[in-house]
């Protein structure tokens, strides 16, 4: 059975950094999209960032660009999404999530069928 774990959440000042991984396991072949998602208490679920996985384009919200980098899923079957220059507003629970269509928007929940537990990010100003 294929399964995605969050991990790499924490608590951080203002202006720090994580780095959140997102392990599979089982059968990971054919995935065409990986999102990064997020949700804060009483919003909704937001994409961040997103990588097609065949053509290798990344794609991320504005609100994280030049600050967030979402990585490749490497032969251990982990990908990665580093942060930086945290801001309080980047609090939330952070999921990963696999698609295996073709069409949809990367930002779009609906599109993705396999999501992990999440991991927690709390940031302090």
């Known amino acids: 059975q294929v399964q995605l774990v969050e991990s790499g959440g924490g608590s951080v000042q203002a202006g720090g950094s994580l780095r959140l991984s997102c392990a599979a396991s089982?059968?990971?072949?054919?995935?065409?999209?990986i999102t990064w998602f997020r949700q804060a208490p009483g919003k909704e679920r937001e994409g961040v960032a997103a990588?097609?996985?065949?053509?290798?384009?990344?794609y991320y919200a504005d609100s994280v660009k030049g600050r967030f980098t979402i990585s490749q899923m490497n032969a251990e079957k982990t990908l990665y999404l580093q942060m930086n220059s945290l801001k309080p507003e980047d609090t939330a629970m952070y999921y990963c999530?696999?698609?295996?269509?073709?069409?949809?928007?990367?930002?779009?929940?609906?599109?993705?069928?396999?999501w992990g537990q999440g991991t927690q990010v709390t940031v302090s100003s």
């Open positions: 999530a696999a698609s295996r269509t073709t069409g949809g928007r990367w930002f779009d929940p609906g599109r993705f069928n396999l």
């Open positions: 990588i097609y996985t065949a053509s290798g384009s990344t």
């Open positions: 089982g059968y990971v072949y054919g995935w065409y999209c």
